[in-house]
Structures are given as C-alpha cells and as structure tokens.
C-alpha cells in the first residue's frame, strides 16, 4: 500500500479552538451497543477522520454529531453548545453522504439552491451564493444540467457544493468517496484537500479507506467495536500503533505472538510458540508487564538476504513462498524455517526480484518493530 501520508502536524491541543467534542457518548440500539463511552475533541479547522472496519461505529458517531441520531447518554457540543436539545436542521453542520442524494428532477443549480430558498433567502443573495459554490467545485458548466447525465465525480462536486452553500461550520463526510472508481478517488481526494486547505472550516470524514485516511487527515481516530482504540495524526497511528488491532488495520503488517521471555527499559524479547525469538521496541507505558505480547513488523521494514548477514537479533531462515508483483513494489511471502510466514514487501529494483523456493533470511532492526499488549 501507498503511504501517501498528511505531513501536516497537529496543532498543540492548548493553541486551538474546539470545534467539536463528545464526552462520555454511548449510543445503544435495542440491547446491542453501537458506539461505547467516546470521548473526542475535534479541533477548529482540521481534517479529522474516523476510520475502521464496517459496523465499528464510526458513521453511528457521524450521525450523532449531525443530530439524525441523538446519544442515549453522555454530550455532543458544537462550538462549545450542547446539542442534546439542537434538532438537526439548527446545527451549523451540513453532510455529504455516500449516496449524494440528490434530487434528480432538479438541475445542478437548484440541488445548490434548495436549501437556500428554504430559508427564504432572497434571489440576489442565492444567485451570488449558488455562483460562488459551483465555482468552488468548478461545476458553472454543468448548471443547467440534471443529475442523472453527470458522472459520478460531478455529482460528487455538486453533492459538495449543496453542503457548502449553507457556508457551515463543519463539514460532514459520510464515505464521500466510496461509489468511485479507483482513478477517480485517486482524483477527488485530491481536490477534496485543496478545497479544504482553501475553505479553512472543519472537515469530518467517515471512511473504511485506510490510505484515504492516512492521505488527507490531520488527525484519525481509529474505531472498533463502537470505542475510539487511538487518536493520533497519520505517522502517529501508522509508526506506534497503541493496539494490535490499530497496528493491523492500518495498513499491512505482520503481528507475532508469544511469550515474553525478557525485558528491558525500551526492549523486549518474544518468543512464540515455535521457538523464534524477537526482539523489539516497546510501546511506551502502554504494555508494563505482560506475560504475553504481540510484535508488530511492518513488511517494508524486513529485508530479505541469499547470504547469513553479520545482524545476529531478528535474523530467520526461510523460503520464498509466493511473490506477487505490483509494478513499484514486490510483495513476498516468505515461510521460515520454524513454521511462521512473514509478508514482505522490496521497491521493484532488478536486485530485488526473487522467486518461489528461494532460500533467503528474512531479518529487521530491533528498532523497526514494535511490542503491543495482547488483547
């Protein structure tokens, strides 16, 4: 996977307005639990995403945030106001669902318009406002057109401008992106970051996209069985994972179990079941003292040698199993000697190419892995 990660960090927690926050919000449906004691700040002006598998919670938390849901108990405060008695419609939050909903018996001028002459606006205000959205997505073209005969990139930009006509103060994004083709999403998370850098408001974005996520935000909170696992800017949840669910979700890895046999003030060795010993970073104060631990190494960190290198940690014997080629990388699977597989992935250099049955090790640096509690 491409990890065409935000390099934009976030701002300390002490220099920023709150623009949106939940405190101790649950959300039950029946008897089962969809979203469990979340607690959250959502600061002024960041792109903020909430990631994780498909009935984790995360859209459940969107809607709560929109005022379609309301929590069974705990807060949900916009601009530092409580919504618990805010219907939808009075929250300065406008949404852009996956869907786009739009009415397809209207033009792309008055999909903009209708929420604007619902409020009664007058006809030189809406003008000027639909004009300045369809020049935001760059739809003056298609104006007079119905939904129906664009693309679905085109109605994605008009879904946008109808959220952004009502100028609000947080934009909410329920998958935005999830009914295009690759290339396209390619493109419009391109043109989603531009337009957020040049609106400057807060955007909320709902995805099970890892790298979608790991591109445009500014902050990710990783979901997972309706509770927030982590919190973390991209670089933050991609290079110390707090879980071994956030380590695995987010993009590849491989997670090795076992005992743990020693540890140290930054170290740790594993061993699992089979015998292979691991050394690896730990993970803070997160993991103290654990009788079993899972290490994390991600497949861009381990490198594959024909010869024994001098590294004596973290150094295994094995076979090439399976090799998948993806034009910039190689993706290998390597099975070792003591039974564990290991994916691997090499930049596609002529050195680098390997082939099934190839004797190799596989070895990394103590520093390049890392030690989580096991669940």
């Not at 989603?192 to 995805?207: A, E, K, P």
Request: a neutral charge.
């Amino acid at each position: 996977m491409s990890q065409t990660m935000s390099s934009r960090p976030a701002p300390a927690s002490d220099q920023v307005h709150v623009d949106i926050e939940l405190r101790g919000v649950y959300k039950l449906f029946g008897k089962d639990t969809a979203v469990r004691n979340v607690d959250l700040k959502i600061h002024k002006g960041e792109f903020f995403s909430i990631l994780g598998p498909s009935g984790c919670g995360k859209t459940t938390t969107l809607r709560l945030i929109s005022g379609f849901e309301i929590p069974s108990s705990g807060d949900v405060i916009i601009q530092g106001k409580s919504m618990g008695p805010v219907p939808a419609y009075r929250r300065s939050v406008n949404t852009v669902f996956q869907s786009y909903a739009l009415f397809n018996h209207m033009t792309v001028w008055d999909n903009i318009a209708f929420g604007l002459r619902i409020q009664g606006m007058g006809k030189g205000d809406l003008h000027d406002r639909v004009s300045e959205a369809l020049s935001l997505v760059k739809m003056e073209p298609f104006a007079k057109r119905y939904p129906a005969v664009l693309s679905g990139g085109q109605q994605q930009r008009v879904a946008l401008a109808r959220a952004l006509v009502n100028r609000p103060a947080v934009m909410l994004l329920d998958e935005p992106l999830g009914a295009l083709d690759l290339k396209l999403r390619k493109q419009m998370q391109m043109e989603l970051s531009n337009l957020h850098r040049q609106l400057g408001i807060t955007f909320v974005m709902v995805t099970h996209d890892q790298e979608e996520a790991l591109s445009l935000s500014d902050r990710i909170a990783v979901m997972n069985h309706g509770a927030i696992e982590q919190v973390g800017t991209p670089s933050e949840i991609y290079d110390h994972p707090k879980t071994p669910f956030v380590a695995d979700f987010i993009g590849d890895t491989n997670l090795i179990h076992g005992e743990v046999a020693q540890t140290e003030a930054a170290q740790m060795q594993v061993v699992t079941p089979a015998g292979m010993k691991v050394v690896a970073k730990r993970n803070g104060s997160a993991i103290e003292n654990p009788r079993s631990a899972v290490v994390s190494i991600r497949p861009e960190r381990i490198y594959l040698s024909l010869n024994l290198p001098a590294q004596a940690q973290n150094c295994y014997a094995g076979r090439v199993s399976h090799v998948m080629y993806l034009g910039t990388h190689v993706h290998c699977v390597v099975e070792l000697n003591t039974g564990e597989q290991l994916m691997v992935l090499q930049p596609n250099r002529s050195d680098s190419l390997m082939t099934v049955g190839t004797q190799v090790y596989a070895h990394w640096a103590a520093e390049e892995c890392l030690a989580l509690e096991a669940a």
